[in-house]
């Protein structure tokens, strides 16, 4: 996974991370967490405020 994959990055939150609301979660934190996903392989340089702010709309899509 890549930064740009956020339906998947979205997808794989709501499966690791399912008793968190995704509206909580700082983006300090939430850049980290998608860092250690199984499978995800991409630079923190990469990754933006926009990038965080659709993964956390995706993650919440998929929680609902």
Do not use: H, Y
């Amino acid at each position: 996974m890549k930064w740009t994959d956020v339906r998947e990055i979205g997808i794989a939150l709501a499966d690791s991370k399912g008793e968190v609301d995704p509206l909580t979660v700082r983006f300090t934190d939430l850049l980290q967490w998608v860092m250690a996903l199984p499978g995800f392989d991409d630079r923190e340089e990469r990754c933006n405020e926009k990038i965080l702010e659709a993964i956390q709309m995706a993650w919440l899509d998929e929680r609902d």
